[in-house]
Each structure stands twice: as C-alpha cells, then as structure tokens.
C-alpha cells in the first residue's frame, strides 16, 4: 500500500499570511501514460464532509479560490495558502488516488495564531 | 445539482449487519467511479470501497469479504452492505462521486451516515 504522510499534524498561521502543508507519498504516484500526479488535496471543516480543492497535485477545483495551490512531483508535494483567511479553519487531507487502497494523510490541523 | 444522500446508518451490534444506500441526484450513478470513505470518530479518512463503471469492485483489506458495494441503476443509488460488523468499523461513512474515470479526484461528498458497532 502507498503510505502519505503530511507534515506538520497541526499548524498555526496568522491571517494574511502564508500556510504550508506538505505531503510524501511512499512511491511514485505519477501515472506514465499522461504524465499526471495522482495526488488530491481536500478540506473538512467540522461537522462537514471534505471537499476537493486540489487534483492532479496542481489542478484547482471549480470554484476554489486562487489563494489555494499544489505543487510537487515524484513523491514530495505541498499545498499553499498564499493568505490564510479565517474560513480556511480546516483539516487539510492530501490522497493518492492512483492505485487501490486509495489512501489519505493523516490530516493536517490548520488554525489561526 | 448534484446531490448525494445517505441513508441506513445507525446502531447495531458486533456480528450484525446494516446497508447503507446513498441516493443520488443531478447525475447517473452508473456513468461514475462511486465510492464509500470512512471515518472513525475524531480520526482521519479512510477508503472503504469502489465500483467502477463497468461495474468491478474493489474493498480495502479492512472490508474486504464482509463488505459489498453494489448499485441500482434503476434508482439511481448506491449501495453498501455491510455484515459481521466490528467494533472499529463505528464510523461516519461517506458516499462519494469520483470527478471524472479516476482522473480528476472525488468531487462530490455526501453528508454521511453514522454507523455504530456497539452491544
């Protein structure tokens, strides 16, 4: 199975400024064919289901707003909030979906300090 | 729109059963990769089960031979059923639409259905 691992488990970022969320998947979850990276990033406030913000490491979901972003290749990635804002309170989840068992980070815990 | 509904959660003891149905609306279940993700309580996420547009399956090892996934094209919903529960399957589980053949991430999450395993 493909082990992620995010770091840090739970960050505190003043407002306006820069979070950074990293994820490690434990091998390659580039897709040769199209040379994508199968790697998503959700988000869960409480009490609601994730939502998609980021596919293909650096693809943005309709609708998210531009302060989100991915980056990354191979097996080190990152999701950036250029200027954190008080509604992206949140767990921030990365996944591989390339290959069953599809697996998730264990979750990153983004507050505001 | 795009709307997921879950449905069949609740209470039932070690050895039991339950299935869950996930009712879709604003899209046809059957043209979509369909998934069920769990989560425990105040832990993570966690991959349960696929079904494939052609129709194949696919359960984690945690699942795998108690768990069937299986749709109702007719109506539109899908289907979890779950038998010779545990105590760590307890968990919110939630129905989920895959965006676009496995490419584009899962774009549409139910509100999910609490499942507890408890005598």
């Known amino acids: 199975d493909i082990v992620m691992t995010q770091s840090p488990d739970s960050l505190a970022v003043s407002l306006g400024e820069r979070a950074t969320i990293n994820c490690k998947s434990s091998?390659?979850?580039?897709?040769?064919?199209?040379?994508?990276?199968?790697l998503a990033w959700y988000q869960q406030k409480p009490g609601q289901p994730p939502k998609l913000l980021i596919y293909w490491a650096s693809t943005r979901d309709s609708g998210v707003p531009d302060r989100f972003s991915g980056s990354g290749s191979g097996t080190d990635f990152t999701l950036t909030i250029s200027s954190l804002q008080a509604e992206d309170v949140a767990v921030y989840y990365c996944q591989q979906y390339y290959v069953t068992p599809f697996t998730f980070g264990q979750g990153t815990r983004l507050e505001i300090k | 729109e795009v709307q997921l509904v879950e449905s069949g959660g609740g209470l039932v003891q070690p050895g039991g059963s339950l299935r869950l149905s996930c009712a879709a609306s604003g899209f046809t279940v059957k043209n979509h990769y369909m998934t069920w993700v769990r989560q425990a309580p105040g832990k993570g996420l966690e991959w349960v089960s696929v079904i494939y547009t052609i129709g194949s399956t696919k359960y984690a090892d945690s699942v795998k031979g108690r768990f069937t996934i299986s749709r109702d094209t007719s109506k539109n919903t899908l289907y979890l059923q779950m038998d010779r529960l545990r105590a760590d399957d307890t968990a919110v589980y939630y129905c989920v639409r895959d965006k676009a053949d496995g490419d584009n991430g899962w774009d549409y999450w139910g509100q999910g259905t609490l499942v507890t395993v408890s005598s």
């Open positions: 091998q390659t979850i580039l897709y040769s064919s199209n040379s994508k990276e199968y």
